[in-house]
């Protein structure tokens, strides 16, 4: 196996053990606040990107319109979310966040930056930063072999 294949399985493998993790993790912190990984990671995206159609949250998310949808219905019934009409386009919805899904949003966030901010407190910057850099071109060119 050249050197380019094996760095390449040893990627994978890093990552992979990284994801299980840091899902894991996840899971733990915020399913302790009554919404599952995929409704929090709705959350952020609504918080980060502003009000969106439901397709648009999909794609964003990676997921089908379906699932999105009942990931966004069970929000809306813990009064987390909104649908409102599109102002562009009256015969739309849009989703956004009500002012309790921005403060659970804020809590979770807040406690998972912490976990993060003591992973990293013994990592130099420059190791960080490498690693911030080559996090940012992977999911880069995650998201073109995606077609996002």
Same mark, same amino acid.
């Given at each position: 196996? =050249? $050197?380019? @294949?094996?760095?390449?399985? *040893? /990627?994978?493998?890093?990552?992979?053990?990284?994801? &299980?993790?840091? %899902?894991?993790?996840?899971?733990?912190?915020?399913?302790?606040?009554?919404?599952?990984?995929?409704?929090?990671?709705?959350?952020?995206?609504?918080?980060?990107?502003?009000?969106?159609?439901?397709?648009?949250?999909?794609?964003?998310?990676?997921?089908?319109?379906?699932?999105?949808?009942?990931?966004? =219905? $069970?929000? @809306?019934?813990?009064?987390? *979310? /909104?649908?409102?009409?599109?102002?562009?386009?009256? &015969?739309?919805? %849009?989703?956004?966040?009500?002012?309790?899904?921005?403060?659970?949003?804020?809590?979770?966030?807040?406690?998972?930056?912490?976990?993060?901010?003591?992973?990293?407190?013994?990592?130099?910057?420059?190791?960080?930063?490498?690693?911030?850099?080559?996090?940012?071109?992977?999911?880069?060119?995650?998201?073109?072999?995606?077609?996002?």
């Amino acid at each position: 196996m =050249d $050197s380019k @294949l094996k760095r390449a399985e *040893a /990627l994978y493998e890093a990552v992979n053990q990284l994801i &299980r993790v840091h %899902q894991f993790r996840d899971r733990e912190s915020i399913c302790s606040h009554n919404v599952s990984v995929a409704q929090c990671y709705a959350l952020e995206t609504l918080v980060k990107r502003g009000p969106l159609r439901l397709k648009d949250l999909a794609e964003e998310m990676c997921l089908d319109k379906s699932t999105t949808s009942r990931v966004i =219905d $069970s929000l @809306l019934r813990k009064g987390y *979310a /909104l649908k409102t009409l599109d102002p562009l386009d009256q &015969r739309a919805v %849009q989703l956004s966040l009500t002012p309790a899904g921005q403060e659970l949003y804020a809590t979770i966030h807040k406690s998972l930056i912490a976990e993060e901010a003591s992973m990293i407190s013994d990592i130099p910057d420059e190791v960080v930063d490498a690693a911030l850099a080559l996090l940012g071109k992977l999911t880069v060119a995650a998201r073109v072999r995606l077609g996002n």
